[in-house]
């Protein structure tokens, strides 16, 4: 079935450095994306979105880049900080706009000090 | 700062027993959705509703649960009877869904509360 997905559960960056984050998705017609970090204990929180009609788009130390020829979303923190430690999902909108946001399993970011 | 609130934070309670969640979502937003969240399962929708109308309740077994909206600034999601598998951290989220000149989609960022984190023994 169609689904977004993540490659990687747990990624260990060192503090400063920039992080990675990457999303896959399937289905071709989503055309809202959101980037969410949840802390521990806490709810998830927006980052950031794009829409499908943009390739990039960058806010205050993220930049959210989507590939859709490869069905592929990445977030990128730049020097990391020991806040930014907490799980990321990306979401996905379908199309249709009557459903809702389908989340990723999330990937667990650790900042080493 | 408008935020979604949602109580209780923490429930400890025994299987059988009826568990009543809240949730209070930001002021205006016409969007309610509920979550639930595992360590196994990650994020699964559990239900929404706009304009306190459900829309979708697919995520949820209904012989056991069920959401409501009395009013606009309430929703409630109800276990009854509980079991150990439903222990969990449930989350509301609230959002306004709105409509986009051009005939272009329209989008649905969410809110998320504080969570209840339920646990049945």
């Known amino acids: 079935g169609e689904s977004v997905g993540l490659h990687l559960p747990t990624l260990s960056v060192q503090e400063g450095d920039n992080s990675i984050i990457n999303c896959a998705y399937s289905n071709s017609a989503s055309d809202y994306f959101i980037w969410y970090k949840q802390e521990s204990g806490k709810g998830p929180q927006f980052i950031i979105d794009i829409r499908s009609n943009m390739d990039k788009r960058q806010g205050q130390r993220v930049t959210v880049l989507l590939n859709k020829t490869v069905k592929h979303l990445s977030l990128q923190i730049a020097a990391t900080q020991p806040g930014d430690s907490a799980v990321y999902f990306c979401a996905d909108h379908r199309f249709s706009g009557n459903t809702p946001l389908v989340f990723g399993k999330g990937t667990r970011l650790s900042v080493i000090a | 700062d408008a935020r979604v609130t949602q109580t209780p934070r923490h429930k400890v309670t025994e299987m059988g027993q009826e568990v009543t969640m809240r949730c209070q979502p930001i002021?205006?937003?016409?969007?309610v959705f509920w979550y639930r969240q595992t360590m196994m399962q990650g994020l699964e929708l559990l239900a929404y509703f706009r304009n306190r109308a459900p829309l979708d309740d697919s995520g949820m077994p209904k012989d056991r649960f069920s959401a409501e909206m009395p009013d606009a600034t309430l929703a409630t999601l109800k276990i009854q009877p509980s079991e150990p598998r439903d222990s969990a951290v449930y989350f509301c989220?609230?959002?306004?869904?709105?409509?986009?000149?051009?005939?272009?989609?329209?989008?649905?960022?969410?809110?998320f509360g504080p969570g209840t984190r339920l646990t049945v023994l």
């Open positions: 002021l205006g937003h016409n969007t």
């Open positions: 989220a609230s959002g306004l869904r709105r409509g986009l000149a051009g005939g272009e989609s329209s989008y649905n960022e969410q809110f």
